[in-house]
């Protein structure tokens, strides 16, 4: 019987493109982010370039944490062996008839990637580990349309096997960017909220009554920040509490009313409307993923 997937492998995206020092310290802020997600859980970190791998005994439980972290592009569950190429085959073999339960009237494809020094090449190992999964399943190899995708990503000392791609947030690490106010008072604000805190804003909520209920959702996603809140009277301290909290910015939805308008005018803030021209359809599929379950 094949154990539960080992880690998780865990993709930052635009991360990696940023200079060292940037680099290094928004790296730090989405690993507190991600032990913040993690709290209730046993755990450890392995960070390399591009890549966090994160071992506990459960990773679905895990995966499902932290797939409101922003600054995650996507996650895998990931099986691991020693970077051997013995190793290798006989665990993508493994994984290819016990968990991806691939038969013979199944195609599959590995999309091995290599990483540092071995003694064998890329090819070699699409080849052997291939091989490997063809004898043990009977499946037929395809490059071009397969039904299942084995990816086999060598490192110097481990290998990680992975099939399945799960998408995250994507964007910066919530914190990264300084605060900013959101005006909640509809499904669109919780939107634009939402696209600010991709790039790494904290959110302080002046929250609308009717509105309320909507105010989880943002919290879901606020992963390794505490929310501040305010209600919607208290807008007519907007500039007192900007300036005491080194604020500059709010974010709205593409309609606000007469009153707001004016504090934040007054206030001399920066209004950030991300979905001016959107349509109803465009508010709701961003709801879609907003909706993921927590």
């Known amino acids: 019987m094949l154990r539960q997937p080992d880690c998780l492998l865990v993709r930052v995206g635009e991360l990696s493109l940023k200079s060292p020092p940037v680099q ?18 046993e755990f450890r970190f392995e960070v390399m370039p591009n890549r966090i ?6 990773v679905r439980k895990a995966a499902k944490k932290l797939q409101k972290v922003f600054g995650i592009v996507s996650i895998s569950p990931a099986w691991v062996c020693h970077s051997h190429l013995d190793e290798i ?5 493994d994984v290819a008839e016990k968990a991806l339960k691939l038969r013979p009237s199944k195609s599959f494809a590995i999309r091995p990637h290599r990483v540092g020094v071995h003694p ?91 509105a309320a209920s909507l105010l989880t959702k943002l919290k879901h996603w606020h992963v390794g920040r505490k929310m501040q809140t305010y209600a919607m009277d208290d807008i007519d301290n907007l500039a007192e509490i900007a300036q005491k909290m080194k604020i500059q910015a709010v974010v709205s939805a593409a309609k606000i009313g007469k009153r707001t308008a004016t504090k934040i005018s007054e206030a001399k803030l920066l ?12 508010v709701q599929a961003a709801m879609a993923k907003i909706d993921l379950d927590p």
């Open 271 to 282: 209004l950030l409307q991300p979905t001016t021209g959107w349509s109803d359809k465009d």
């Open 53 to 58: 791998f994160v071992f506990t005994k459960n």
């Open 120 to 210: 064998f090449t890329t090819r070699t190992i699409a080849e052997e580990a291939g091989a490997a999964v063809k004898r043990v399943t009977g499946a037929k190899v395809d490059l071009s349309e397969p039904d299942v995708e084995i990816f086999i990503e060598s490192r110097s000392r481990k290998t990680y096997i992975y099939s399945e791609k799960i998408p995250c947030g994507g964007g910066l690490p919530l914190g990264v960017s300084g605060k900013a106010f959101a005006i909640l008072d509809g499904k669109e604000a919780v939107v634009a909220a939402w696209l600010i805190m991709k790039r790494g804003v904290e959110m302080v909520v002046f929250v609308k009554p009717q």
């Open 89 to 93: 085959k006989m665990l993508a073999a």
């Open 24 to 41: 290094h310290r928004m790296f730090s802020m989405l690993l507190d982010n991600m032990r913040v997600a993690l709290k209730d859980m």
